[in-house]
């Protein structure tokens, strides 16, 4: 059994030549088609701000966009809006710009923080600008627009000049206050801080910066201190030397050689010194101990009590 096939006719031939040369020209197109998909560059996200209306002067406007660039295209620095930028009474206060690296991708996440600075008199639709970035890096540069967002400005007062001077108040002097209770409490706290610091002063220095600061006591405390303060091993010798201070200052007072039968004359000649009465007895006991006592003591520590007892002793001819 024959099968019989029948040879093409004209018309078919044809076609078939027509609609293979149509797939030949639409191959690069396809491919082309394919690569402009490959590279395109995406919004991943664009955030604006919460409120469209009610803004007024001063207040901040944040927008924020996440951006998606195939690589190895990236945006030319120069296209990002410069901060300071101002269109239209919108400033630009701030950007912050923070890039992703991915496989087949770069991420950018920008921050635009825009303010409203404008004089306008009613409520009007104002815009933050829209951003057209180049981007770079690829076979030839690709722009990638980023739309405006308008929202609704509203201004602090309506009116202008005329609404102002309908308001004005007229001028006048504000009142004196009265200060001078102020400056009698002043007056008062200084007096006292005064005679505060001179009083500290007249008890503590052992100077003669004020009159009846150099008593004969004040003078051999003084003594007494500097002696103890030289670093050389104290010796019999500034034992003495430290008692004769002493000594000089109760002759002083005395106007005469005072000795330990003397001191009930001398209490009753300054009552001040009446309370030190027992350590002026313990003193004249110990100096005639260390005066006529050929046995060690240790001088470091003698001269350190003169100079307790020399203290109190002027204290008592101060006063205190």
């Not at 209770?181 to 009083?199: G, K, P």
């Not at 220095?205 to 051999?220: E, I, K, N, S, V």
């Not at 050689?257 to 007895?281: S, T």
Request: with cysteine.
């Amino acid at each position: 059994m024959k099968t019989l096939i029948s040879k093409p006719s004209f018309q078919t031939r044809l076609s078939a030549c027509l609609l293979a040369t149509c797939l030949l020209m639409n191959a690069p197109l396809a491919i082309a088609e394919d690569a402009a998909t490959t590279i395109a560059p995406e919004i991943v996200s664009l955030t604006n701000p919460d409120k469209s209306y009610g803004v007024q002067i001063g207040d901040k406007l944040t927008r924020k966009m996440v951006l998606a660039l195939p690589a190895p295209y990236q945006i030319a620095k120069e296209t990002f809006p410069k901060k300071g930028n101002k269109h239209n009474g919108i400033e630009l206060v701030e950007i912050n710009v923070a890039t992703e690296q991915q496989k087949t991708r770069t991420l950018y996440s920008v921050e635009l923080g825009y303010q409203a600075f404008t004089h306008k008199k009613t409520p009007s639709v104002m815009q933050l600008p829209a951003l057209e970035y180049v981007l770079t890096g690829g076979e030839k540069p690709i722009k990638m627009d980023i739309p405006a967002w308008g929202f609704w400005f509203s201004p602090l007062v309506a009116g202008g000049i005329e609404t102002a001077e309908k308001n004005m108040q007229p001028e006048f002097k504000p009142p004196l206050v009265d200060i001078r209770s102020h400056q009698t409490r002043l007056t008062v706290f200084l007096s006292l801080l005064l005679a505060s610091l001179l009083t500290l002063l007249y008890i503590n220095a052992d100077g003669q910066w004020m009159p009846f600061m150099g008593g004969a006591f004040a003078r051999a405390h003084r003594k007494l201190k500097r002696l103890s303060k030289k670093p050389a091993v104290k010796t019999a010798k500034d034992e003495k030397q430290a008692l004769v201070y002493m000594h000089q200052a109760f002759n002083h007072h005395y106007r005469a050689n005072i000795f330990a039968r003397d001191i009930e004359r001398f209490v009753i000649m300054h009552p001040g010194f009446k309370k030190m009465k027992k350590e002026i007895e313990q003193f004249f006991e110990h100096s005639n101990t260390s005066l006529y006592s050929v046995d060690a003591r240790d001088s470091a520590k003698v001269i350190e009590n003169l100079v307790q007892l020399s203290k109190q002793l002027r204290d008592c001819e101060r006063g205190i």
